[in-house]
């Protein structure tokens, strides 16, 4: 175990350019490597940890105060913790929520996840935004263990960039969330590290969510007959995945319905020939301002992702299937934040409208996805007469 002058148990976090910075062990103790980011959101912290699309990343909180109102069994987006280490500013010392079962830091130690308050997250967000994402790691133990050599093992660890992470956090077997109420559409929904509350919005609108593992290929999609289906959020590199980005080719090519979320929106990117590239620190937050260029309305959304997509940002273009466009831009940066097809039933948004946690601007998008489905099938009415 690390400890200080006073003989107090510590911990250290370690960039991989050398930075340092030192603390006090929260959570678990032990190690842990990732890609050091940072989050802006002042709530939903529980929504954050058990996110798959943090998988193999160390999450900074910015917000001072973590752990107010403990955790509770209703907000989870997962079975478990998917960050791979967590950094605080000042942890709470009791928790208080009606809603809350047990403390933050005893449910950070249960899922043995090694975590490190740090007075300086400040300066480690700032250092981040300057170099952008890189790896790190957090120790707790090794008290004779030479930074220098923390920093090389570090520097040893896995990056972002290339990895192919999908199958990592994906469901093993096929599942289905039924619709509340009346059922009206059966949708396929590719799970690349979906979040809880996503199928059950679907389900809010009569919507059957047929949840498939990422390796699921489009004829197997399409033996379901959905109505529509729908790509989810997940971690990693878009470039270095094959096997989701060809099952929605046949997906497009078979006129389905579509909707993509985060990585569905990189999947429909690549999908569509466009390329994705890193972005310098990512977006990860509920405060990014979004332009939907439709309306010129502007949505406050919520986002996690660390890549993005390049496209033609003045007019159509043409792809294999039909003309598309970008449907909307991040004002903050003005990078890529949705794709539309013009000549099939299919869009993707690269931010969260199911709000967990985050505002509810961008709702109306479940809505939009139903209005394809429903069209597709008056259509097919019509034929069919």
């Known amino acids: 175990m690390i400890t200080d002058s006073t003989g107090a148990d510590s911990a250290v976090l370690v960039l991989e350019d050398g930075r340092v910075f030192r603390g006090r062990p929260y959570g678990a103790r032990g190690e842990t490597f990732g890609e050091i980011v940072f989050n802006t959101g002042m709530t939903g912290y529980q929504e954050i940890l058990t996110d798959p699309s943090y998988h193999r990343q160390i999450v900074t909180m910015t917000a001072p105060h973590i752990g107010n109102t403990g955790v509770n069994e209703e907000d989870p987006e997962s079975t478990r913790v998917w960050v791979a280490g967590?950094?605080?500013r000042e942890p709470a010392r009791v928790a208080s929520s009606w809603r809350s079962t047990r403390g933050l830091e005893d449910y950070l130690t249960g899922q043995g996840v090694v975590g490190i308050a740090i007075t300086g997250t400040r300066a480690l967000t700032r250092h981040v935004r300057e170099r952008g994402a890189m790896r790190a790691g957090i120790f707790s133990y090794g008290a004779n263990t030479p930074v220098a050599e923390l920093v090389e093992r570090v520097r040893r660890s896995p990056g972002m960039v290339g990895a192919d992470l999908s199958d990592?956090?994906?469901?093993?077997?096929?599942?289905?969330?039924?619709a509340v109420g009346e059922k009206r559409f059966t949708v396929a929904a590719v799970d690349l590290g979906i979040k809880a509350m996503t199928p059950r919005r679907l389900a809010e609108r009569g919507c059957e969510v047929h949840v498939l593992p990422a390796r699921t290929t489009a004829e197997e999609i399409l033996a379901l007959d959905p109505d529509g289906v729908f790509f989810s959020n997940g971690p990693g590199d878009p470039a270095?995945?094959?096997?989701?980005?060809?099952?929605?080719?046949?997906?497009?090519?078979?006129g389905r319905p579509f909707f993509g979320i985060c990585f569905g929106n990189q999947m429909l990117g690549r999908a569509l020939g466009l390329e994705t590239y890193k972005l310098r620190y990512g977006h990860r937050g509920v405060n990014q301002p979004v332009r939907d260029r439709r309306t010129g309305r502007v949505h406050i959304t919520t986002h996690n992702h660390g890549f993005a997509v390049r496209a033609p940002l003045d007019g159509p273009f043409d792809t294999p299937y039909g003309?598309?466009?970008?449907s909307h831009i991040n004002l903050n940066d003005g990078c890529v934040e949705g794709l539309r097809l013009l000549d099939r039933p299919g869009f993707s948004v690269q931010y969260h409208p199911e709000a967990a946690a985050g505002p509810h601007d961008a709702a109306g998008l479940f809505d939009e996805f139903c209005s394809l489905m429903e069209r597709r099938r008056a259509e097919k009415g019509r034929k069919g007469a």
Not at 323 to 326: F, K, T
């Open 86 to 88: 967590y950094v605080v």
């Open 168 to 178: 990592e956090v994906s469901t093993a077997e096929p599942y289905v969330v039924p």
């Open 240 to 254: 270095a995945v094959t096997g989701p980005v060809e099952a929605l080719r046949g997906v497009l090519a078979a």
């Open 323 to 326: 003309r598309a466009e970008v």
